[in-house]
Structures are given as structure tokens and as C-alpha cells.
């Protein structure tokens, strides 16, 4: 028979200020990314970071940023954009 390619996985990457109470929501959005999404997400991070910040990316392109938007992401939106992105 013919091969099978390899599922093309995309990886995520979650940049939060972790010093004013930022994780919870990181965690949150990460849980469900990873349960909307599963085997598509190769790779996740949870990066601790400074200036308020709470940057969602996907490999390397930036998503979301508080800083310009100067409010915290909508997970269902979130989990949208992201999906839109995967391969």
C-alpha cells in the first residue's frame, strides 16, 4: 500500500506575566486548546513574562496580544483563531 504522510502538526505557544495572577487564565485557555485540539498541538509552552502581557502565538506568528488590545483574551475566540491556523 502507499504511505501515509505524517499528520502536520502545528505548535502553540502561550506567553503570560505569571507575577500578577496571569496563570490561572494561561492554564485555562491552554486546557482548552489542548482539548478542542488534541494531537494537532505538538508542542505548548506556558512562558513567563513581564509588562502585563498575555501573548498567544502559533508558530512564531503572533495571535493575540493584551498589550494592544489591553484586555485578556475570549477563550472561544482564542480557540477559533487557533483553529483556523492549524494544517
Known amino acids: ?13 502561550i506567553e503570560v506575566l505569571q ?8 492554564v485555562s485557555l491552554a486546557s482548552r486548546l489542548l482539548t478542542t485540539y488534541k494531537q ?3 508542542d505548548l509552552k506556558l512562558i513567563p513574562a513581564s ?3 498575555f501573548e498567544l502565538s502559533a508558530n512564531g506568528v503572533l495571535l493575540y ?3 494592544a488590545t489591553k484586555q485578556f483574551p ?4 482564542m480557540v477559533t ?7
Open 19 to 26: 507575577h500578577v495572577g496571569y496563570e490561572p487564565k494561561a
Open 1 to 13: 500500500g502507499i504511505a501515509q504522510p505524517l499528520e502536520q502538526r502545528d505548535e502553540l505557544g
Open 51 to 53: 509588562g502585563g502581557c
Open 74 to 77: 475570549d477563550e472561544a475566540e
Open 40 to 42: 494537532k498541538i505538538s
Open 65 to 67: 496580544s493584551k498589550l
Open 81 to 87: 483563531v487557533v483553529g483556523g491556523k492549524l494544517k
